[in-house]
């Protein structure tokens, strides 16, 4: 399978991005993904380790992004791309690979109060004090903190969803319940 072939438009990403958003036509997006399919297909050699599936992988990207990619805040580009994609080879890794449970024990846990107020089965006074203060969250955090919990999304498809760097969805996560934390603290103690 030949990936590669020449550039035919001169236009910046940004450009290129902006253009596929206002007119919709798949060709500046075709162009634009082209110039990264070597980076796309390299990361997912190294990651799936096989030839076909890379190139399934890079192909298969594409296409899921295609219809999706006017809906993201996208400011670089290729860090974006390269975030997704990796994201997409690790989702294909976690379908290829049986999951190994872990026990957390809730007695070590991180902000377990938190954890044990997200569930749905709590008190309709803990669940207005959760919705409070899930509130004053900035706004990364709250969407972060309710498309993992509320929504039970992984790392990566938030940050697909939202266009955020995975390791940015993971201190996301991380700041929101330690927010979440220290105001419904606040507020039981009132």
């Not at 890379?54 to 400011?75: C, R």
């Not at 957390?104 to 044990?116: G, K, P, R, T, Y």
């Not at 972060?144 to 939202?162: G, L, N, P, V």
Request: glycine share 4%; charged share 25%.
């Amino acid at each position: 399978m030949n990936f590669f072939r020449k550039k035919t438009f001169s236009n910046s990403d940004e450009d290129l991005l902006a253009l596929y958003v206002q007119t919709n036509l798949s060709e500046y997006f075709g162009e634009l993904y082209n110039r990264y399919i070597p980076l796309i297909y390299g990361l997912c050699l190294k990651y799936l380790q096989n030839t076909e599936k890379a190139e399934d992988a890079t192909m298969e990207l594409f296409e899921t992004l295609l219809p999706k990619v006017s809906g993201y805040e996208i400011k670089v580009f290729k860090t974006w791309i390269y975030s997704v994609a990796k994201n997409h080879c690790l989702q294909i890794l976690r379908k290829e690979v049986p999951q190994i449970f872990v026990d957390f024990n809730a007695e070590i846990m991180e902000s377990d109060s938190v954890l044990h107020l997200l569930e749905e089965n709590g008190s309709k006074d803990d669940t207005a004090v959760l919705n409070r203060c899930l509130e004053k969250l900035p706004k990364p955090q709250k969407i972060s903190i309710s498309m993992f919990f509320m929504e039970e999304m992984s790392y990566a498809d938030i940050a697909e969803q939202t266009g955020y760097l995975l390791k940015t969805v993971k201190s996301h996560i991380q700041n929101g319940k330690r927010n979440l934390k220290i105001c419904i603290e606040k507020h039981q103690d009132e």
